[in-house]
């Protein structure tokens, strides 16, 4: 089953008097309960990719889909969910009070429990009343994934979520990313360098110019 589609998007920037071309007919496919490791360096189009895929821009050509619904941009965090580089977390509230604030607002019954549960299995259950300044920023990338993955949401996009931890934590993030695709069908898309990260996917895509190109 598909849980997002994005086809021939095409997306152009202006930068001064110049055109950039950042996004040259892109298509592909996220299906239900797969681990998909997007690669592109610095200018490739990725981080462009990644908000039209999330809705937060709008391609000039081609479209982006969630089956069943519609516009990513509009869709509820049920259904696609994002962790995000910069992790949006909010300053007065616990880490376990975070994670929960979907799940209270999709009406999960227990959703604090839920929240305890979700940063338990990432290791952070010791710490799920501190205040996220009170934690590292590794701690705070953890609780970032936990909050986007309490609702088992059919789409999870991860912008290098393993960027300020160690191995270790990055394998314990991976196989609990896998695990969710496993267990809730979830389709996983992960933006990354790590090393981890690619050989934990079942497909790797790389963007280069603008397009998809086959990994070497």
């Keep these: 089953m598909t849980v997002l589609r994005a086809v021939d998007v095409h997306k152009t920037h202006r930068r001064g008097r110049e055109q950039v071309h950042a996004l040259r007919g892109i298509s592909l496919e996220l299906h239900a309960g797969e681990v998909v490791a997007l690669l592109g360096r610095s200018g490739s189009g990725k981080t462009t990719l990644l908000n039209c895929l999330l809705g937060w821009e709008r391609p000039d050509h081609g479209s982006v889909v969630v089956p069943g619904a519609g516009d990513p941009a509009g869709a509820p965090w049920t259904t696609v969910a994002v962790v995000p580089?910069?992790?949006?977390?909010?300053?007065?509230?616990?880490?376990?009070?975070?994670?929960?604030?979907?799940?209270?607002?999709?009406?999960?019954?227990?959703?604090?429990?839920?929240?305890?549960?979700?940063?338990?299995?990432?290791?952070?259950?010791?710490?799920?009343?501190?205040?996220?300044?009170?934690?590292?920023?590794g701690e705070q990338q953890r609780?970032?994934?936990?909050?986007?993955?309490?609702?088992?949401?059919?789409?999870?996009?991860?912008?290098?979520?393993?960027?300020?931890?160690?191995?270790?934590?990055?394998?314990?993030?991976?196989?609990?990313?896998?695990?969710?695709?496993?267990?809730?069908?979830?389709?996983v898309l992960v933006a990354s360098h790590d090393p981890v990260v690619v050989a934990a996917a079942d497909r790797v895509v790389r963007l280069s110019d603008g397009q998809l190109v086959t990994p070497d």
């Design 85 to 137: 580089q910069r992790f949006g977390l909010l300053a007065e509230l616990s880490l376990a009070e975070n994670v929960a604030v979907p799940a209270q607002l999709a009406g999960v019954p227990a959703a604090h429990r839920s929240a305890l549960a979700v940063l338990e299995r990432l290791l952070l259950g010791e710490l799920a009343d501190r205040l996220p300044a009170e934690v590292s920023l």
């Design 143 to 187: 609780t970032a994934l936990a909050r986007a993955l309490v609702v088992r949401p059919a789409f999870v996009l991860a912008d290098e979520p393993t960027g300020r931890l160690d191995e270790d934590l990055s394998v314990l993030v991976l196989d609990t990313l896998r695990d969710l695709a496993a267990a809730a069908g979830t389709g």
